[in-house]
């Protein structure tokens, strides 16, 4: 009996003793656009927008590794689509690389709800860890096909982790939101212009005959 306490005496005392270089402190991941709203753009047409990393309240040795995601529209299944994405891995404004998905394989895809592919990588972190600041992680340009309904368009990351020094996956990274405002074409505003100029000079006609 006293040898089975001490054998669990041991290993507490072992598992106390243990480094708590992982998980000591855990802060907060979270993505964010810019700008959110007042991205006006008509069909055919597209807009820019950054996307970035917020890393707060973590404590040396936890640090964070990367993310993964995909992009998805809220409310519209098809019209939308990743024009392009410029990744800068590895640089000190942006050190979280993707190495699952290349700028060149996600430029193209369809917004139907959601892209394809992955957003960012969290599998096999490469060892760029950091810790609190805020990072530019990639440039995207979003596409409007000809034919999208005017109006009010909301975007958001899904399937939203983030990963730790340790390969660790965590379900809490916090979502990247922005909108599109999709306006008539130059082209429509053009028409409905005219229309409305002949259907004021036809009035304004019909006004004169019955007065002369």
Do not use: C
């Not at 040898?3 to 998980?23: D, N």
């Not at 000190?92 to 960012?120: E, K, R």
């Not at 909301?154 to 599109?180: C, K």
């Not at 409305?196 to 006609?205: C, I, K, P, R, V």
């Amino acid at each position: 009996m006293k040898t089975r306490i001490y054998q669990i005496a041991l290993v507490l005392i072992v598992a106390l003793a243990l480094p708590t270089a992982a998980f000591a402190t855990i802060g907060t991941v979270g993505l964010s656009f810019s700008p959110l709203s007042s991205n006006v753009t008509s069909p055919g047409s597209s807009v820019t927008l950054t996307l970035s990393i917020a890393v707060a309240g973590f404590a040396d040795p936890d640090r964070v590794g990367g993310f993964d995601g995909f992009l998805t529209s809220l409310n519209s299944s098809t019209g939308f689509f990743i024009q392009s994405r410029t990744t800068t891995p590895n640089s000190v404004s942006s050190p979280f690389s993707d190495p699952q998905t290349t700028d060149a394989t996600l430029a193209g895809q369809p917004l139907n709800p959601s892209n394809a592919n992955d957003i960012g990588a969290s599998v096999s972190p490469t060892g760029n860890f950091q810790t609190n600041g805020n990072y530019t992680q990639s440039t995207w340009v979003i596409g409007v096909n000809s034919g999208v309904t005017p109006g009010t368009y909301n975007f958001t990351t899904s399937t939203n982790i983030w990963t730790d020094q340790t390969g660790g996956e965590h379900s809490n990274l916090g979502a990247g939101t922005f909108s599109l405002v999709v306006v008539p074409e130059p082209a429509t505003l053009s028409l409905l212009g005219l229309g409305g100029l002949g259907s004021f000079g036809l009035t304004l006609l019909r006004a004169r005959r019955r007065l002369s």
